[in-house]
């Protein structure tokens, strides 16, 4: 097996790019402590989105995943390439933009990834329609970003995302990152969070549809009660035990879906 050049000197190696949002995990402790947060990952097949210089790569590798890295920035080849000759067909790098990969084409993959900030939401967002075609995704996010993904009804970081999420699957708050483990620091903080999907009680495509629209108006203008933003007929409020005046982040992600299941009935009367 090829020998390994430390991580930080591989890293320095790479001029960080602002635009990439690429802030490089050079902690191999913490990079360990992701990998084995995942669960078994021997013989899995792991999707990676932004390696940078292989750090959490490493780790994957080291506990028996099979890493398929998407990689937007070609200078980070060189970094990785130690990575295909020490474990040969276990890692595979595709230089590509991550937000036009087909990720529906994959079969119950894992996803572990640092990801990279300026399209941590955007990736999100794209996956959640399929979400029950992967089989676990462990992620970092800015901790702002990370706090709206389990937000709790009541909450100032909850939200649409939260909901439309939550929906889907069960989410886990891991644990916090300081700035210092990256290579540059960023200015904020970061949360590894565990997303893991609900096969038992996955909403129908057309419930998560009326879903994405009820959501979109009731939380468009937060502050305003949601008899004035989702304008349905006051009776699908009060059988699903809601008030009229009630706000959008008051409402339970349970009783999102129950006004979606209602509202779809309403419209087929």
């Known amino acids: 097996m090829a020998v390994l050049s430390p991580l930080a000197e591989v890293a320095k190696t790479l001029q960080s790019q602002k635009s990439l949002g690429q802030h490089f995990l050079v902690h191999e402790d913490i990079c360990r402590r992701i990998a084995i947060s995942a669960g078994t990952l021997s013989g899995k097949i792991v999707i990676e989105i932004g390696p940078g210089?292989?750090?959490?790569?490493?780790s994957l590798l080291e506990l028996g995943?099979?890493?398929?890295?998407?990689?937007?920035?070609?200078?980070?080849?060189?970094a990785l390439a130690p990575l295909e000759e020490a474990y040969g067909e276990r890692f595979s790098l595709h230089i590509q933009d991550a937000l036009k990969v087909d990720f529906s084409i994959f079969s119950f993959p894992l996803v572990i990834s640092n990801l990279p900030?300026?399209?941590?939401?955007?990736?999100?967002?794209?996956?959640?329609?399929?979400?029950?075609?992967f089989d676990k995704l462990v992620l970092m996010f800015q901790k702002e970003v990370a706090e709206r993904l389990y937000a709790q009804p009541g909450t100032k970081a909850y939200g649409r995302?939260?909901?439309?999420?939550?929906?889907?699957?069960?989410?886990?708050?891991?644990?916090?990152?300081?700035?210092?483990?990256?290579?540059?620091?960023?200015?904020?903080?970061?949360?590894?969070?565990?997303?893991?999907?609900?096969?038992?009680?996955?909403?129908?495509?057309v419930v998560y549809a009326a879903l994405e629209m009820l959501t979109r108006s009731a939380f468009?203008?937060?502050?305003?009660?949601?008899?004035?933003?989702?304008?349905?007929?006051?009776?699908?409020?009060?059988?699903?035990?809601?008030?009229?005046?009630?706000?959008?982040?008051?409402?339970?992600v349970e009783q999102f879906l129950h006004l979606a299941e209602s509202y779809l009935e309403k419209r087929l009367d």
């Open 53 to 58: 210089p292989g750090g959490l790569t490493r």
């Open 65 to 78: 995943a099979c890493v398929y890295a998407i990689e937007k920035d070609a200078r980070c080849a060189a």
């Open 117 to 133: 900030y300026n399209i941590s939401t955007q990736l999100l967002f794209m996956w959640i329609p399929f979400l029950e075609r």
């Open 161 to 205: 995302l939260s909901v439309l999420l939550q929906a889907k699957a069960k989410v886990t708050k891991m644990f916090h990152l300081p700035p210092g483990v990256f290579l540059p620091p960023p200015k904020v903080h970061s949360t590894v969070v565990s997303i893991v999907p609900k096969r038992e009680s996955y909403p129908s495509p």
């Open 220 to 252: 468009s203008t937060r502050r305003k009660m949601v008899k004035n933003t989702l304008f349905l007929p006051e009776q699908l409020f009060v059988q699903n035990g809601i008030s009229p005046q009630a706000r959008a982040e008051d409402l339970t």
